[in-house]
C-alpha cells in the first residue's frame, strides 16, 4: 500500500516489530537518530564542514546537515542508539543464529508441530501446523530422537589466552576497552558456517581470540594497530560476526598473541549531506541501525542483506557484499563513495569525493573484497536515496522453473527489474507452503479456490509449479507502471500474478530462514547454504547439474533423507545470482560435518564446471580459498600478494583468508 513520506514506516518494521532499543531516552545534545542535534539546529544554514588530510590542508567540503555524535562506551545515549549490547551474547544466542528469545521450536499434543517463538518477527508466537509434517516427509525426522547442544562453556573451559605483556601495558595506558573474558573471546571466534556452528554445539576451538578491544573511533583504531605491528601482535576485525565463509576462525598454528578488533563501538553516522545524497558513517554499525537512523530523516541506503539485522557495513564493504534491493540501489561497491581503512603502513583512502575518478587503479577496491587481511576499515562515505513514498509486494506463479527463468531473463534484458525479484524452484515453493500459519475458515475457503484456479483451469503441476517474489518501490506512478510491466513479461511467459500477500510473506521469510538450522541440529538435521553467479545461457544448466550433483554424491554414501533447492536471487545484464539450500539427516553417521563439506566441495567443483562463480557475494574466507587458483589467473594471484606484502609486511592481519 502507499504511504505518505512522512509516514513512511522502515522496511525492517514491516517484517519485525519492536526491539525496543532505546525506549523513552532523550538527552540535549544528541537526537534519537544517532546524530547531534547541534547539526539538527544549522540544517538551514547546510554548515560547510572542512576535512583535513592529517597535514592541515583542506581536501574536501561536505554540506552538512548532520553533525557528529561524541565518542562513548557502552552506557547512556550510545548504548540506546545502538540494537546489540557490547557483550552481544547478553542479546544473541552464542551457539546459534539471531536473538536469544527468537526460535523454531516442537510440541506435541496429538501430534508434534512446529511454532516460533518471541515477538520480534511476523511469525513470532504462531504455530506452523504444516511445518513438522514436511520435515518428517522430506527428511525423516524422528522428533522422538532430540540431540539438544551442549551448555555453555565454564570458565576453565576456555583456552588459556596468550597475552603480550608490552602490548597489555600500552593498551591499559590508552584506556580502550577491553575483555580477557572467555565468553567475550569466543564469542568473537567464528562465523555462522555449518562447522562453526556445530563446533559450538559439540566442542571447543581449538583457538580463539586472546583479547577482545572496542575502540571508539578511527584515531584509536590507529594507535591499536600501531601498537600490534610494534608488539608483532595479530588483529582480526570484527563487525556483525554473520560471516558464512571461515573468515572469522582463528588460525590453528598462530603462536601470537590474537586480538579481535570489535568495531561495534564505532556505529556512528557522522553526517549526511542533504544536497549530494551521501553519508559519512562509521563502519561498526549494523544495517538495521543504519536503516534506522536514516530513515528518521527521510533518507535510506537500501542495502539490505538477508544478514541485515546484525551484520555491518564494515562487513559488506570487506566482502564486496550483496543487498536485496541491489536492483535499485546497486550493490556495495555501486552504494561506496569513499573508503578509510587503517593498515600497518597507515591509512588508506581516497580523498576527492567525486562520482567518479580516472586516476589509475582504484585504491578503494584494494580494501573492498579484502576479508580483514589488510587493514580495518573504520569510515565509508555511502551514497543514500529518499526513501520511496510507495512499497509494494507481489508474487507470480509459472508452471515450471524453466518459464520462471526465461521471465527473469527477459525482465533483466529489458532492464525493468523492481527493487527484488527472486525466484524460488518447486522443492522451495513447497517449503515456504509448509511454513504458513494455520488460517481461518475463510483463508482455506480463499486458499482452496485458488488452488483449484491453478491447478485444475491453468493447468499448473503442484510438483513443477514455482514462485516468484516481488518488491516494487517508487512514486505511484513509478511503481504502478513497474507492476504493469513485469506482469506484462510474466504472463508472456506462462506465469500467473499471485498477489501480495505471498510476495510480503516471502520477503519476512529471509530474516527468519536462518533460524530453522538450530532446530534442525536437534534433531539430527544439517543444513547449509551457498551462492555462485553465472551468465544467463547457463543458469538453468547449473541449477540441474548440481541439484543432480548433490542428490548423486547422498545417494552414493547412503543418505536416504536429504533436501536440496535452489533459487534465483539477483539479475543483471549478463547473468544471475543462485542460491542453494542443502540438508541431509545425519543420523548413523559418524562425521556430518566432514560429509557435508565433501559434498559442497564436490557441488562447488560442478558450479565451476558449469562456468559459475566461486561467490557471488558471500566471499572467499578459508572455506573457498582453495578454489582461488581457479578463480583468477596466477599473475593475477600474485599481485594480490604483493599487496598484501606492502600493506602488511608483518601479517599483522593474519587471518588466513583469501590466500
Known sequence: MASSARGRLSVIQRHLTSHNAGSGHQEDTKSSNGIADNGRAQEEGHVREANTDGKGRNVAFVAASWRPTSGGDDDGEEAALKTLPKRRQELLKWNGWGYRDSKFTVHKEKDYYVAFTGNRYKIGNMVLPHFAQWVKDTLGVNFDDCTPPQEPPLPHQFPEPILQQDFMSELETLGIAHSLDGEDRLFRAHGHTLAEIFTLREGMFPRIPDLVVWPNNHSEVEKLVNMASRHCVVLIPFGGGTSVSGALLCPEEESRMIVSLDTSQMCRILWVDDKNLTARIESGIIGQDLERHLHARGYTAGHEPDSYEFSSLGGWVATRASGMKKNIYGNIEDLVVQVKAVTPKGTVERYTAGPRVSAGP??????????????????????????????????????????????????????????????????????????????????????????????????????????????????????????????????????????????????????????????????????????????????????????????????????????????????????????????????????????????????????????????????????????????????????????????????????????
Open 362 to 659: 582504484d585504491v578503494q577496491h584494494f580494501i573492498m573484497g579484502s576479508e580483514g587481511t589488510l587493514g580495518v576499515i573504520t569510515e565509508v562515505t555511502l551514497k543514500v536515496r529518499p526513501l520511496p513514498v510507495v512499497q509494494r509486494y507481489g508474487s507470480i506463479v509459472f508452471p515450471d522453473f524453466t518459464r520462471g527463468v526465461n521471465c527473469m531473463r527477459e525482465v533483466a534484458l529489458h532492464r525493468c527489474q523492481p527493487a527484488s525479484i527472486r525466484l524460488m524452484d518447486n522443492e522451495q515453493f513447497k517449503f515456504g507452503h509448509a511454513l504458513k500459519p494455520p488460517t481461518g475458515f475463510i483463508g482455506l475457503v480463499s486458499e482452496g479456490i485458488k488452488k483449484m484456479y491453478i491447478t485444475r483451469i491453468r493447468g499448473f503441476d503442484v510438483h513443477t509449479m514455482c514462485v516468484a517474489t516481488l518488491l516494487f518501490e517508487g512514486s505511484e506512478y513509478e511503481v504502478a507502471a513497474q507492476e504493469k510491466r513485469i506482469y506484462d513479461i510474466a504472463l508472456n511467459n506462462g506465469g500467473i500474478p499471485a498477489g501480495e500477500a505471498n510476495g510480503q510473506r516471502g520477503y519476512m521469510l529471509t530474516f527468519v530462514i536462518a533460524y530453522i538450522r538450530d532446530l534442525a541440529f536437534d534433531y539430527g538435521i544439517v543444513a547449509e547454504s551457498f551462492e555462485t553467479s553465472v551468465p544467463w545461457d547457463r543458469v538453468q544448466a547449473l541449477c540441474h547439474n548440481v541439484k543432480h550433483r548433490i542428490t548423486s554424491e547422498c545417494t552414493e554414501r547412503g543418505i536416504k533423507h536429504f533436501f536440496v533447492t535452489c533459487r534465483v536471487t539477483q539479475t543483471y545484464d549478463a547473468g544471475a545470482c543462485v542460491y542453494f539450500y542443502f540438508a541431509f539427516n545425519y543420523r548413523g553417521l559418524s562425521d556430518p560435518v566432514h560429509v557435508y563439506e565433501e559434498i559442497e566441495g564436490n557441488a562447488r567443483n560442478e558450479i565451476l564446471a558449469c562456468g559459475g562463480s566461486i561467490s557471488h557475494h558471500h566471499g572467499i574466507g578459508k572455506v573457498r580459498r582453495q578454489w582461488m587458483n581457479q578463480t583468477i589467473s596466477e599473475p593475477s594471484l600474485g599481485a594480490l600478494k604483493a599487496v598484501k606484502e606492502y600493506f602488511d609486511p608483518d601479517n599483522i592481519f593474519a587471518n588466513g583468508n583469501l590466500l
